[in-house]
């Protein structure tokens, strides 16, 4: 398993410009730039959770009764939590995805 600080040191030494940036650059850089990659608000924690259970049961059914379109809303709703850092949008997203699971769980 790695770790973030074992991420971090690595991309210090990785650079593409051939600067390097200290381990504390890249943890900022990762947690605070742009604010949507490591977001540890409570909100942002339960949607994940919520979502992503969600998301791991439509893929699971969806590959039981070899269904493509649960098993692409199932993968969507466990990767989409990673990618949004607005607690409204993350929710709205959410949501969509389950009404949108509603009417395609089946054919």
Same mark, same amino acid.
């Given at each position: 398993?790695?770790?973030? &600080?074992?991420?971090? &040191?690595?991309?210090?030494?990785?650079? &593409?410009? !051939?600067? &390097?940036?200290?381990?504390?650059?890249?943890?900022? $850089?990762?947690?605070?730039? !742009?604010? %949507?990659?490591? *977001?540890? *608000?409570?909100? *942002?924690? =339960? $949607?994940?959770?919520?979502?992503?259970?969600? !998301?791991?049961? $439509? @893929? %699971?059914?969806?590959?039981?009764? /070899?269904? @493509?379109?649960?098993?692409?809303?199932?993968? $969507?709703?466990?990767?989409?939590?990673?990618?949004? %850092? *607005?607690?409204?949008?993350? @929710?709205?997203? !959410?949501?969509? =995805?389950?009404?949108? =699971? @509603?009417?395609?769980?089946? /054919?």
């Amino acid at each position: 398993m790695i770790y973030l &600080s074992d991420a971090c &040191s690595l991309l210090a030494e990785i650079s &593409s410009d !051939g600067t &390097s940036m200290d381990q504390q650059g890249i943890f900022k $850089a990762v947690t605070d730039g !742009g604010g %949507s990659f490591l *977001n540890f *608000n409570p909100y *942002n924690l =339960l $949607a994940g959770l919520v979502f992503g259970t969600i !998301g791991w049961g $439509a @893929w %699971s059914y969806g590959k039981k009764l /070899e269904l @493509w379109q649960p098993r692409a809303i199932g993968v $969507a709703m466990m990767v989409y939590p990673y990618l949004f %850092s *607005n607690a409204w949008l993350l @929710w709205g997203v !959410g949501v969509g =995805l389950m009404v949108l =699971l @509603w009417f395609y769980h089946s /054919e």
